[in-house]
């Protein structure tokens, strides 16, 4: 993709299964990648791997500020730290309410607020966050976990609002069904018909792959005039 050969990228939950895609994508791209997880990413052809809890700010402050002087600053964020919960609203537990927002929702407004300063000092950057079918559609016992997405895209928005004007670019990537194993989890425990695989009309789930490559056009100049955009990557599972 053009604009991606040399850039600076921060990734959040690389350690993932759509994370390592990522990361995996943009060193292909030329990128210079700094993989941050809850513990220490190991893969190769980083710039630079730190672990840092995202619902930490004196945490993610330090965690950025490594990245920042590994890569020589920070082009592009790519936040996707998350987890997920599945239960019935009146058994959900308020602990696991408050987990699964902090991480997803309050993870990302710490690994965006770490990057906001040196992308303003720069002139510019390029912000994607990760929120999920669950922020647009409704779907039985994920309470917790659209909430934290409905979170994460009306934040992004807001950024996205607010930097425009100073050269930063932010969207919300909000995939489908991706073939990891936390939903491959949640299938086995599912139980009756999986309507979620069911309501993809494409008849299938994402490769990780996919997904990590709407995240390198999103972050490259190929995507130059989309901005507080909602870029649905589900298969039509939105639309059906």
Same mark, same amino acid.
């Given at each position: 993709?053009?604009?991606?050969?040399?850039?600076?990228?921060?990734? $959040?939950?690389?350690?993932?299964?759509?994370?390592?895609?990522? #990361?995996?994508?943009?060193?292909?791209?030329?990128?210079?990648?700094?993989?941050?997880?809850?513990?220490?990413?190991?893969?190769?052809?980083?710039?630079?791997?730190?672990?840092?809890?995202? $619902?930490?700010?004196?945490?993610?402050?330090?965690? $950025?500020?490594?990245?920042?002087?590994?890569?020589?600053?920070?082009?592009?964020?790519?936040?996707?730290?998350?987890?997920?919960?599945?239960?019935?609203?009146?058994?959900?537990?308020?602990?696991? !309410?408050?987990?699964?927002?902090? #991480?997803?929702?309050?993870?990302? !407004?710490?690994?965006?607020?770490?990057?906001?300063?040196?992308?303003?000092?720069?002139?510019?950057?390029?912000?994607?966050?990760?929120?999920?079918?669950?922020?647009?559609?409704?779907?039985?016992?994920?309470?917790?976990?659209?909430?934290?997405?409905?979170?994460?895209?009306?934040?992004?928005?807001?950024?996205?609002?607010?930097?425009?004007?100073?050269?930063?670019?932010?969207?919300?990537?909000?995939?489908?069904?991706?073939?990891?194993?936390?939903?491959?989890?949640?299938?086995?425990?599912?139980?009756?018909?999986?309507?979620?695989?069911?309501?993809?009309?494409?008849?299938?789930?994402?490769?990780?792959?996919?997904?990590?490559?709407?995240?390198? !056009?999103?972050?490259?100049?190929?995507?130059?005039?989309?901005?507080?955009?909602?870029?649905?990557?589900?298969?039509?599972?939105?639309?059906?």
């Amino acid at each position: 993709m053009r604009g991606l050969d040399g850039a600076k990228i921060l990734v $959040t939950g690389a350690d993932g299964a759509i994370g390592r895609a990522v #990361v995996a994508r943009l060193n292909e791209e030329g990128a210079r990648v700094a993989a941050l997880d809850l513990h220490k990413p190991e893969q190769d052809g980083l710039a630079c791997a730190v672990a840092a809890d995202v $619902t930490s700010e004196e945490g993610m402050i330090a965690a $950025t500020a490594t990245a920042s002087e590994a890569l020589g600053g920070i082009d592009g964020l790519v936040a996707m730290a998350g987890i997920q919960a599945s239960a019935p609203t009146h058994e959900l537990g308020l602990d696991t !309410f408050r987990k699964v927002l902090d #991480v997803g929702a309050v993870g990302t !407004f710490l690994a965006v607020k770490s990057v906001l300063p040196g992308m303003l000092a720069q002139g510019g950057g390029r912000i994607i966050t990760f929120g999920s079918t669950a922020a647009v559609c409704s779907a039985p016992q994920l309470a917790a976990y659209a909430a934290a997405k409905g979170a994460v895209l009306q934040f992004t928005r807001s950024v996205a609002v607010e930097y425009a004007g100073r050269g930063i670019r932010a969207n919300c990537l909000c995939p489908g069904g991706v073939e990891t194993p936390m939903l491959a989890a949640i299938d086995a425990a599912r139980v009756g018909p999986d309507h979620f695989k069911e309501g993809h009309p494409i008849g299938r789930y994402a490769a990780p792959a996919e997904i990590a490559s709407v995240v390198s !056009f999103l972050l490259s100049d190929e995507s130059s005039f989309v901005l507080g955009a909602t870029v649905m990557a589900d298969g039509g599972y939105s639309i059906g």
